[in-house]
C-alpha cells in the first residue's frame, strides 16, 4: 500500500518537472542569451542584398543637406535601403593589414559595437529586433514583434521612434574596451566609436534620400529589455524613414 502510494508521487513529482521544464522556456522573455527558440514564425536568419560602394549623391552634398528628422511618410523601407544603412553603420569594407575591416573606426581595432535592427514595416523583414552580420551581411532574429512602440517608450516617449518604420540601434560591450583601455576605453573610445559609425548611418541616409535621428535620450535599461539583449549597453537609436515633408 504505501509502497504504490510513494510511486504516485513520484510520478506526479515526474509530471510536474516534465511541465516546468516545458512551460519556462516558453515563458521567459526571450533575450537571445537565453538560447530559447523565437516566440512565432520570422525566419530566424535573413540574408541581405548587397550593398552599393557607389551612389547617386556625393560625400559633399549628404553633408551639406544632413539634417535631423523626426517625421516620416507611412513608406516602408525596402530590403536594399536596410541593407545599406546596416553596411554604413558597421559593414564589412576593404581588407586591411590585420584582415577584414569596416565602415567605421574603432580604437585599437576593437570593435566592441554591434548593430541592431528594430524592425517595424520593413519590404520582406518581418517585425522584430535583429542583430547584424557585418561579415555575412545578414541578420540574425533576437526577438519577433513590432519593437517600436516599446522602443519609443523606452525613449523617453520620443515619437519618432515609434513613428519611424525601423531603427538602426547601436549597442556596445563596455567591458571589451575597458579591459584593454581602462577608464579611457569606456569613458571616451567607445562613445567616439559610436559617434563615427552613427554619423555613417545619418549620411547614408541622406544619400539615399531618406531621414533620420540621432538618439541618445533614452532609459538604458528598458532599452536592453525592448531589445532582448543583457550584456551589452545601447548607446544609439536612430530611426529612418523616407522624411515627411
Ligand atoms: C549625442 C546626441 C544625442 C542626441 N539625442 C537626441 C534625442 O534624444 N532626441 C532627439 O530628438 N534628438 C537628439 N539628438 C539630435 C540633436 O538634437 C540634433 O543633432 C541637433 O539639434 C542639431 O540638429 P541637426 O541634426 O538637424 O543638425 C542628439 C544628437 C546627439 C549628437
Not at 518537472?17 to 521567459?28: F, N
Not at 517595424?120 to 540574425?140: A, H, M, Q, T
Not at 519577433?144 to 515609434?162: E, N, T
Not at 567607445?190 to 539615399?208: E, K, P, R, W, Y
Amino acid at each position: 500500500m504505501r509502497k504504490s502510494r510513494r510511486k504516485t508521487v513520484a510520478a506526479r513529482r515526474l509530471v510536474l518537472v516534465a511541465i516546468l521544464t516545458l512551460a519556462v522556456p516558453a515563458a521567459g522573455c526571450g533575450r537571445e542569451n537565453d538560447n530559447q527558440t523565437p516566440a512565432d514564425e520570422a525566419p530566424v536568419e535573413v540574408s541581405l542584398p548587397s550593398p552599393a560602394t557607389r551612389g547617386e549623391v556625393s560625400l559633399e552634398e549628404a553633408i551639406q543637406a544632413r539634417r535631423s528628422v523626426r517625421s516620416f511618410t507611412s513608406r516602408r523601407l525596402t530590403r536594399e535601403e536596410v541593407s545599406q544603412l546596416l553596411w554604413a553603420a558597421g559593414g564589412r569594407t576593404i581588407d586591411g593589414v590585420t584582415g577584414p575591416t569596416r565602415s567605421y573606426p574603432s580604437a585599437g581595432g576593437i570593435y566592441s559595437l554591434s548593430i541592431l535592427l528594430a524592425a517595424g514595416e520593413v519590404e520582406g523583414i518581418s517585425p522584430g529586433v535583429y542583430r547584424y552580420d557585418w561579415r555575412e551581411n545578414s541578420l540574425r532574429l533576437i526577438r519577433s514583434g513590432d519593437p517600436r512602440s516599446d522602443l519609443a517608450r523606452a525613449a523617453l516617449g520620443q515619437g519618432a521612434v515609434r513613428r519611424a518604420p525601423a531603427s538602426i540601434v547601436i549597442v556596445g560591450d563596455v567591458q571589451r574596451t575597458a579591459a584593454r583601455y581602462g577608464e579611457r576605453g569606456r569613458d571616451r573610445y567607445i562613445s567616439m566609436d559610436t559617434g563615427h559609425s552613427g554619423q555613417n548611418v545619418s549620411l547614408q541616409a541622406q544619400a539615399l534620400g531618406l531621414g533620420s535621428v540621432i538618439i541618445g535620450a533614452f532609459r538604458d535599461e528598458a532599452v536592453k529589455e525592448v531589445l532582448g539583449i543583457e550584456r551589452e549597453t545601447p548607446l544609439y537609436i536612430i530611426p529612418v524613414g523616407e522624411p515627411a515633408s
